[in-house]
């Protein structure tokens, strides 16, 4: 429908009403003419009001310009408020946005719902893990429904930056090193939060951040220097962002690095030429925090620099710097920026806000009611968690079957993490007001046990020995104590046990934002322990918490059974001892490459070739690509997971060496369940274009399928590969296959694969 002279009346009258919401849901079925009508009648100061995104108080992580929020509604300032927790605060700044401003335009409201609102979900690495894109849409679903049962509307989720160095603390927000996974993981995660339509207020708009190549930080060190090449950002780091804009993710957040010398907030070339011009992105840009401001410490120039700069990229709106509110009126009448400018970014705002449903009924995600909050941690979503979190465990090894334990084991659970409730969820989980009820190891062990008195606990050491480290990681949430009494409970405890596990790891500030480590090893109180417990030649089962690989030389090589537990979120305790009495196995496989030593980092996978590859056999190689020190092998690779099983793997058939043009053949691999229980294997393939004008990775997963067996069973695992499957940008950044040789890999993880070759005509 036409937005007619009728519609435009109808506008007006609400106007005048000040009620503008109410009446226009007879008038949103043309929606850019109602859109258009309605930025006609706003002022310069209410535009830039809609481009402003100040500061949530509920949690604030770095520079920001303060306002007195509610006044700024009032007056039209405020697009949108994030990071509020809470339906009734939310409630009340949307009744004074939509009852109490001039235009009555109703807000966004942002939150970092990053894997969980009040039921937390383990962290995104973790999720990751699973292989599982199933279970990541429903967990962004879950955690959609919470969030708007809280009052949000629009989550900064999901994270896709690819990330190739452990150090990087931000690793665990994403979803590890492979474009091809993390793909398909970005679109899951924009299936679940936005549901089919936005304005089911049971939905809300993902935005996918931060772009771009955020995770190639140089030396893993936060906030720093990105420099890369355009083809290499085509090739390796793109990917994921992409495919979050094919499913029709409806915001994105600029990086705060630099792109090409120029700020990614303040990069045409980037959100204008590859984003909007490129992919078709229509949806807003919203800055990450005060980047528009940290222009000026990089050298671009202050707040009005950085503003022109933004908004003349393709910038919508500014979180916490207030410089388009307080600097684009000057720009403006400079000529600096246009009018035109400033209302196309308003248009994106307003679009999304009409997409959400916003304008037929702003309180439609404000419901205070029981029912509503019934939603929040309900014993449904926190069965879900459990169910999931159990699939993102990782088991690095398990020798002699270890696990699973007996549930009449006499156990000796030692460790800082073994009963931290307020540690389970790991980092961006600041929206959860529950961590007192989430579970431990202890909880869940006891609960799990044939009689809970089997459980005997003892911390047995801090974190770090320095007290200073500690709280700094810590923020005193997990209590100090003397260092040799507590060890001594440890070896008291483990004395009379049959088996010990050891909890330990990284406490959960060691991982996120702002997180970034020079040392990979187990911090050195808890080293202590854990040599101690191996001392007592007793089993001992290390279940690791962590946000990022780690280098665990001494643990692979002394502790019978590893498993790697990430932050498994408010259930983790529950779904641990799922885990470990075996009532579940373990099935997650590794998305990010562990080291051997910190001194590999960057190590990932996917690389591409040296002109020197080192053999690897054990020997320093002189002249070759290595170390002297170490090898170059890392000490468990991509795609490496043990479950409670085995599989073993046919030879793998081709149903052709040569792959027509424009045809496509198929590879076929029959797996078996070699043990005595049920299991689930990830078969992986993976290709390497052999000889190409351009090189090309040593090995780059393609497909993969989750396979899950009984003792004895097998399946064919067919794979269809294309010509979609051999190509890669070029130096023009056109996306290109070329013919000729490639090599197929397929197997369990990257490096245990049977190697096949094909010819592309
Ligand atoms: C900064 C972080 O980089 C980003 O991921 C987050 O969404 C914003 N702050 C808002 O909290």
């Known amino acids: 429908m036409i937005f007619n002279s009728v519609n435009k009346v109808v506008l007006s009258v609400s106007l005048l009403s000040g009620l503008l919401w109410q009446a226009s849901a007879a008038t949103i079925s043309d929606r850019s003419a109602f859109v258009d009508s309605l930025i006609g009648c706003m002022t310069l100061e209410e535009k830039l009001g809609q481009l402003n995104l100040p500061a949530g108080h509920d949690i604030v992580t770095g520079n920001v310009q303060n306002g007195d929020t509610k006044e700024m509604i009032r007056r039209g300032q405020v697009g949108g408020v994030f990071n509020i927790k809470g339906v009734g605060k939310v409630k009340e700044l949307q009744r004074i946005a939509v009852e109490e401003s001039r235009l009555g335009i109703p807000l966004l409201v942002g939150a970092d719902v990053i894997h969980g609102y009040e039921t937390i979900f383990p962290i995104p690495l973790a999720l990751s893990c699973s292989w599982d894109t199933t279970l990541v849409e429903n967990v962004a679903r879950i955690s959609a429904i919470e969030a708007a049962a809280g009052g949000v509307n629009w989550t900064f989720s999901p994270m896709v930056d690819i990330a190739h160095d452990a150090r990087w603390g931000r690793i665990a927000e994403g979803n590890g090193e492979d474009p091809y996974l993390g793909s ?39 906030y720093n220097v990105v420099d890369m090449s355009r083809w290499n950002m085509f090739n390796a780091y793109f990917a994921p962002y992409k495919a979050a804009v094919d499913a029709g993710v409806g915001s994105l957040m600029p990086s705060f690095n630099i792109i090409d010398g120029v700020p990614a907030t303040g990069n045409r070339w980037l959100l204008t030429d590859v984003l909007r011009n ?28 950085g503003a022109v700069l933004a908004l003349r990229a393709g910038v919508d709106m500014d979180m916490v710097s207030h410089a388009y509110l307080e600097r684009l009126k000057g720009a403006l009448e400079d000529g600096e920026v246009t009018m035109d400018m400033i209302d196309n970014a308003v248009r994106r705002i307003l679009n999304a806000k009409v997409s959400l449903g916003l304008f037929e009924d702003p309180y439609s995600r404000c419901d205070v009611s029981d029912a509503s909050s019934g939603k929040l941690f309900s014993a449904e979503h926190r069965k879900v968690a459990r169910d999931v979190a159990a699939k993102t465990f990782v088991l690095m090894k398990n020798d002699n079957s270890l696990l699973p334990l007996k549930k009449n084991a ?206 690897e056999d054990d020997v320093f190689n002189l002249y070759q690509s290595n170390w002297i020190d170490e090898r170059t092998s890392p000490l468990y690779p991509f795609g490496y997971g043990l479950t409670y099983t085995t599989f073993s793997y046919d030879p793998v058939k081709l149903s052709s060496d040569k792959m027509p043009k424009g045809g496509a053949i198929e590879a076929t691999v029959k797996v078996t369940n070699t043990g005595k229980r049920g299991g689930t294997e990830v078969v992986q393939l993976y290709l390497r274009d052999r000889y190409a004008s351009f090189c090309r990775p040593v090995q780059e997963l393609k497909h993969f399928s989750r396979v899950t067996l009984k003792p004895g069973e097998s399946r064919d695992v067919t794979f269809l590969l294309t010509e979609e499957d051999l190509k890669f940008y070029n130096a023009d950044l056109e996306y290109v296959y070329e013919p000729g040789e490639f090599q197929l890999m397929i197997g369990p993880d990257c490096q245990r694969v049977e190697t096949l070759t094909f010819t592309a005509e």
């Open 184 to 222: 398909l993981m970005a679109k899951a995660y924009v299936r679940g939060y936005q549901g089919g339509a936005l304005d089911n207020p049971e939905n809300i708009m993902a935005c996918v951040k931060h772009f771009a190549c955020y995770g190639a930080t140089e030396s893993g060190r936060d």
């Open 278 to 305: 490129r992919w078709g992105f229509k949806g807003l840009i919203v800055t990450d925090y005060y980047s528009i401001g940290e222009m000026n410490a990089l050298g671009i120039g202050p707040r009005r620099t």
């Open 410 to 615: 006499k156990i000796a659970l030692v460790g800082p993490m073994a009963h931290a409730r307020n540690q389970m969820a790991g980092t961006w989980s600041f929206t959860s007001s529950t961590k007192d009820r989430h579970r431990s190891v202890l909880d869940g062990l006891r609960d799990a046990a044939t009689d809970s008195n089997l459980i005997v606990y003892a911390q047995g050491c801090n974190i770090y020995f320095d007290e200073k480290k500690q709280n700094a990681v810590c923020k005193g949430l997990i209590p100090r104590g003397d260092d040799k009494a507590m060890l001594a409970d440890a070896l008291a405890a483990a004395a009379d046990a049959d088996v010990i596990v050891a909890c330990l790891g990284e406490s959960a500030d060691m991982s996120g934002e702002s997180a970034c480590r020079t040392d990979l090893n187990m911090p050195d109180a808890q080293k202590q322990l854990l040599e101690a417990m191996v001392a007592t030649g007793k089993p001992v089962v290390l279940l690791l918490f962590g946000g990022r690989p780690v280098s665990l030389c001494w643990e692979k090589e002394y502790v019978p059974a590893i498993l790697n537990v990430w932050y498994g979120g408010s259930e983790a305790g529950d779904a641990i001892a799922d885990v470990l009495y075996g009532d579940k196995a373990p099935q997650g496989r590794l998305t990010t490459t562990f080291p051997r030593t910190v001194g590999q980092m960057p190590l990932y996978y996917n690389h591409l070739p040296t002109s020197r590859p080192d053999p």
